[in-house]
T-cell receptor
Framework: AQSVTQLDSQVPVFEEAPVELRCNYSSSVSVYLFWYVQYPNQGLQLLLKYLSGSTLVKGINGFEAEFNKSQTSFHLRKPSVHISDTAEYFCAVTRGYSTLTFGKGTMLLVSP | DTEVTQTPKHLVMGMTNKKSLKCEQHMGHRAMYWYKQKAKKPPELMFVYSYEKLSINESVPSRFSPECPNSSLLNLHLHALQPEDSALYLC????????????FGPGTRLLVL
């Protein structure tokens, strides 16, 4: 079975500061990893994904994530956040023909 | 275009009502999904349709009845719901079921009185 752990339920940061949202997964086989963002009262939007190849993945809105197989991590980073980045962020994993498993989510709170 | 549309955006229904949620995609995806999301929680998978056939039912109560009339359309029929069924219902689609990226719709916010 696969599982996802998002270590922080909330991350408060000031505008223009860098941020890292942590995600660790467990699986005995190769996985595919995703980060989704959910703005208030909206659906989920795909930020970025890792399927194979380069371990550094760039996504929309200036976000990037690095797949680290030895540490089973897929942390999300942004060098400078905006107020508009305030949202819930979900890390998710799938093993191939299995269903998508979500982490519990991290609320990013950006203040001026 | 990676758009999944859902109607209605909001729905209020009584416990004796029958209503339906609708989801549509025109990306040629052959897998479609229904998720339920409670406040401050991740989405929970309810159903998966693959090539218009139900492939996964995550032990969802029979008061929720999915239907996939064609490859672009997915419905969720609701009957005799309980107040605890109030949630955001999300539809998603992917090229095929499994590893492919899932694209989500904006959701229908359901309130059961």
């Amino acid at each position: 079975a696969q599982s996802v752990t998002q270590l922080d339920s909330q991350v408060p940061v000031f505008e223009e500061a860098p941020v890292e949202l942590r995600c660790n997964y467990s699986s005995s086989v190769s996985v595919y990893l995703f980060w989704y963002v959910q703005y208030p009262n909206q659906g989920l939007q795909l930020l970025l994904k890792y399927l194979s190849g380069s371990t550094l993945v760039k996504g929309i809105n200036g976000f990037e994530a690095e797949f680290n197989k030895s540490q089973t991590s897929f942390h999300l980073r942004k060098p400078s956040v905006h107020i508009s980045d305030t949202a819930e962020y979900f890390c998710a994993v799938t093993r191939g023909y299995s269903t998508l498993t979500f982490g519990k989510g991290t609320m990013l709170l950006v203040s001026p | 275009d990676t758009e999944v549309t859902q109607t209605p955006k909001h729905l209020v229904m009584g416990m004796t009502n029958k209503k339906s949620l609708k989801c549509e995609q025109h990306m040629g995806h052959r897998a479609m999904y229904w998720y339920k999301q409670k406040a401050k929680k991740p989405p929970e998978l309810m159903f998966v349709y693959s090539y218009e056939k139900l492939s996964i039912n995550e032990s969802v109560p029979s008061r929720f009845s999915p239907e996939c009339p064609n490859s672009s359309l997915l419905n969720l029929h609701l009957h005799a719901l309980q107040p605890e069924d109030s949630a955001l219902y999300l539809c998603a689609s992917s090229l095929i079921a499994g590893a492919e990226t899932q694209y989500f719709g904006p959701g229908t916010r359901l309130l059961v009185l």
